[in-house]
């Protein structure tokens, strides 16, 4: 790399570790952009998370997770939820891939979840919502 380059790349200002997620959780979560940047700049202030060992950050629309590598837990939702992974890795017990970061995935009861080795797993989850209908056309079979 050219010596100007590594210079300018080293002058920009580090892009925020989950800037990348921003629109697909404003999407999931049902809020705007700018609540979520927000949300997501404080997600390492311990004083955002319910204590536990799975912790909970409760935001309009959902709810972050945290749970430290290791860690085996019976999923808590009481209806089928999308989760989206920001963070760590996990197993379903309903499934034998791991889910890793940018992954989305339904889960609902019963579920366990096995967070892997290495960063705390830490995901959002909203409730399923039901999709808009879309106007039916109708035809004349004749």
């Known amino acids: 790399m050219r010596a100007g380059r590594r210079r300018l790349l080293a002058a920009a200002p580090p892009r925020p570790r989950f800037e990348r997620f921003t629109e697909r959780l404003a999407r999931l979560l049902g809020v705007g952009p700018d609540r979520i940047r927000a949300l997501l700049q404080g997600v390492d202030d311990e004083r955002r998370w319910v204590p536990g060992v799975v912790r909970v950050c409760p935001v309009d ?82």
């Open 61 to 142: 629309g959902g709810r972050l997770v945290r749970v430290g590598p290791g860690v085996r837990f019976a999923y808590a939702g009481r209806v089928a939820e999308r989760v989206l992974v920001l963070q760590g890795a996990c197993r379903p017990s309903a499934g034998d891939r791991a889910l890793r970061p940018g992954d989305e995935q339904i889960v609902g009861c019963p579920c366990e979840l096995v967070a892997s080795p290495g960063p705390d797993l830490i995901y959002a989850a909203a409730p399923l919502r039901p999709e808009p209908a879309q106007d039916a056309v109708a035809t004349d079979p004749r």
